[in-house]
């Protein structure tokens, strides 16, 4: 892995909504290796999240509609994905005839559990649907619940969806600490610049904790470059279209490809 990979990852044809598409994405991506940690690269996640606030509520102010409200709803989208996921992969236990009695018992648990929540959240309010995943998740991480879903292979849809509805409800509450703030909102340059520094100091910790061998780091290194390749060649599409959309200046002469 290339120790210094990751300092290119917010680079300066970034405007300021992609500047702050791309950090939300960084302190998602990264929320469950560094959330629990009481050191220095959680401190630093911390400024970063803030920073980004800022920068969201920043846009916003200028747009007169802030980012934070398209994030809600790209997070909305994916935590009735991950729920969608849970009920099919369960279905496709319960019907399947071959399925050895103890899987069939385990499911049966799981959706029992599942039977007293509604089985179509996603037509439920933003706020009924973040209400019933409260009640439900800790059920799912009660300890018969937990070993039937291990016993399914279903943990890892209950994760993605408890990671989903964290961040759906993160979000939320970004939007109403930018509300309250909003008479203390920076400039968005003055935002974008706080973001990219602590950025740049949370991307150097998390190379060195990768190159000391830290295989969730290691990992996490990969899926923020995944991210930023995508928003980068989006932003290089957007400045290729502006610059092609300039009109040619008088007497310049165009030249033949």
């Known amino acids: 892995m290339d120790f210094y990979k990751l300092d290119r ?10 500047t702050f598409e791309l950090t939300d994405q960084i302190v998602s991506l990264a929320r469950p290796v560094v959330g629990n940690d009481a050191d220095f690269l959680n401190a630093v996640w911390n400024d970063l999240q803030q920073a980004n606030e800022q920068l ?6 200028e747009k007169g509609a802030s980012p934070l409200t398209e994030i809600r709803t790209r997070l909305e ?5 991950a729920f969608s996921q849970l009920l099919r992969r369960l279905a496709l236990t319960l019907d399947d005839p071959e399925e050895a009695p103890g899987q069939i018992e385990a499911a049966v648990l799981i959706d029992e559990i599942l039977g007293n929540h509604p089985r179509d959240l996603h037509r439920l309010s ?9 009640v439900l998740l800790p059920k799912l991480r009660g300890a018969d619940a937990a070993t039937a879903l291990q016993q399914l292979g279903l943990t890892k ?8 509805n964290n ?12 509300e309250r703030a909003k008479d203390d909102i920076p400039t968005i340059n003055e935002a974008e610049r706080h973001v990219r520094w602590f950025a740049g100091v949370f991307l150097h910790a998390l190379n060195y904790r ?5 295989a ?22 957007r400045r290729t279209r502006a610059q092609s959309n300039e009109p040619q200046q008088e007497g310049s002469v165009a030249t033949a490809g």
């Open 210 to 214: 990768a190159f000391q061998g830290d």
């Open 77 to 81: 989208e994916e935590r009735d994905r």
């Open 56 to 61: 969201g509520a920043a846009i916003g102010r």
């Open 167 to 178: 961040a759906y409800c993160d979000a939320v509450e970004q939007g109403a600490k930018a």
């Open 216 to 237: 969730p780091t290691t990992e996490l290194v990969k899926e923020i470059g995944v991210a930023s390749s995508k928003i980068n060649t989006s932003a290089l599409s």
């Open 157 to 164: 849809y209950v994760d993605r969806l408890e990671s989903a």
């Open 126 to 134: 933003d706020a009924k649907n973040t209400a019933e995943l409260k």
């Open 9 to 18: 990852t917010l680079p300066s044809l970034l405007n300021a909504a992609e």
